[in-house]
């Protein structure tokens, strides 16, 4: 994560086995979801970049997405199938 004024590395995000392929901001900011070819997308928390929950899929992860009101994500796997997740109140 970069302060994109300052040009300064904030903080890395760690725990994936293979590439990162997709990230993206909740609406409110609080979380970064990134999605892998390790076949996993996992939930930070973007002010300390601890990992939240950890989304397992029988795919690579293609890309990620948050709903409008960041309770709801999608995976796009490279199997050709969208998932939907709910995120609990305590999340997003």
Same mark, same amino acid.
């Given at each position: 994560?970069?302060?994109?004024?300052?040009?300064?590395?904030?903080?890395?995000?760690?725990?994936?086995?293979?590439? =990162?392929? $997709? #990230? *993206? /901001?909740? %609406? @409110? &900011?609080?979380?970064?979801?990134?999605?892998?070819?390790?076949?996993?997308?996992? !939930?930070?928390?973007?002010?300390?970049?601890?990992?939240?929950?950890?989304?397992?899929?029988?795919?690579? =992860?293609? $890309? #990620? *997405? /948050?709903? %409008? @009101? &960041?309770?709801?994500?999608?995976?796009?796997?490279?199997?050709?199938?969208?998932? !939907?997740?709910?995120?609990?109140?305590?999340?997003?």
């Amino acid at each position: 994560l970069w302060d994109a004024r300052a040009g300064e590395k904030l903080r890395i995000f760690k725990g994936h086995t293979r590439w =990162v392929r $997709s #990230v *993206a /901001f909740s %609406p @409110d &900011g609080k979380y970064v979801l990134t999605g892998s070819a390790d076949k996993t997308a996992v !939930l930070w928390d973007a002010q300390t970049g601890e990992e939240i929950h950890k989304f397992q899929g029988d795919s690579p =992860v293609y $890309s #990620v *997405a /948050f709903g %409008p @009101d &960041g309770r709801l994500i999608a995976l796009a796997l490279d199997n050709g199938s969208v998932e !939907l997740w709910q995120l609990e109140r305590s999340q997003g």
